[in-house]
T-cell receptor, first 114, second 113 residues
Framework: GENVEQHPSTLSVQEGDSAVIKCTYSDSASNYFPWYKQELGKRPQLIIDIRSNVGEKKDQRIAVTLNKTAKHFSLHITETQPEDSAVYFCAASTRNNAGNMLTFGGGTRLMVKP | DAGITQSPRHKVTETGTPVTLRCHQTENHRYMYWYRQDPGHGLRLIHYSYGVKDTDKGEVSDGYSVSRSKTEDFLLTLESATSSQTSVYFC????????????FGPGTRLLVL
């Protein structure tokens, strides 16, 4: 089955700096890669996603890049703000007869210091 | 939040007792999922459903069973709870077709003593 590894597990940055979180996946058939943000005590919420036919996608201060050959994808957050502090999860989706299955990375705790 | 609710939101139970968690959605999404979240492990899939009465096992299904008798409800049952099943349980739904996004419910915090 799919295996997703995520690094780093914790990341501390100064407000205004950039943050980068990296994930690798094992199944070359994976075709959809979402990123979720989870604030303390809350549900995971989708912040950006990318499909395997696209190399990069941006949405204001966040961007995701995908390297299918190397089987890794990354989340980039620019001009970080204290409200960006949360746990971020990457995931990879593989399709089977019953639909798409998501395998999640272990999460990255991002702390943005004012 | 895709109209997903979970009940109960918190539960404390004793080892060996049965526990049922409920996920209810109002969006008529075809796919429903149960995950557990533990520190360092991210979210791990327990079981999922791809339609009424259609379910299958996920990565960590041992000790759990599910049922889906109608589109809006997906039940997760721990037949005989163990301390290793102490966790936060999240339900998620997905519309299906080309729509890939999974939407998560608010979670249920379960403590097995």
């Amino acid at each position: 089955g799919e295996n997703v590894e995520q690094h780093p597990s914790t990341l501390s940055v100064q407000e205004g700096d950039s943050a980068v979180i990296k994930c690798t996946y094992s199944d070359s058939a994976s075709n959809y890669f979402p990123w979720y943000k989870q604030e303390l005590g809350k549900r995971p919420q989708l912040i950006i996603d990318i499909r395997s036919n696209v190399g990069e996608k941006k949405d204001q201060r966040i961007a995701v890049t995908l390297n299918k050959t190397a089987k890794h994808f990354s989340l980039h957050i620019t001009e970080t703000q204290p409200e960006d502090s949360a746990v971020y999860f990457c995931a990879a989706s593989t399709r089977n007869n019953a639909g798409n299955m998501l395998t999640f990375g272990g999460g990255t705790r991002l702390m943005v210091k004012p | 939040d895709a109209g997903i609710t979970q009940s109960p939101r918190h539960k404390v139970t004793e080892t060996g007792t049965p526990v049922t968690l409920r996920c209810h959605q109002t969006e008529n999404h075809r796919y429903m999922y149960w995950y557990r979240q533990d520190p360092g492990h991210g979210l791990r899939l327990i079981h999922y459903s791809y339609g009424v009465k259609d379910t299958d096992k996920g990565e960590v299904s041992d000790g759990y069973s599910v049922s889906r008798s109608k589109t809006e409800d997906f039940l997760l049952t721990l037949e005989s709870a163990t301390s290793s099943q102490t966790s936060v349980y999240f339900c998620a739904t997905r519309r299906g077709g080309v729509q890939e996004t999974q939407y998560f419910g608010p979670g249920t915090r379960l403590l097995v003593l």
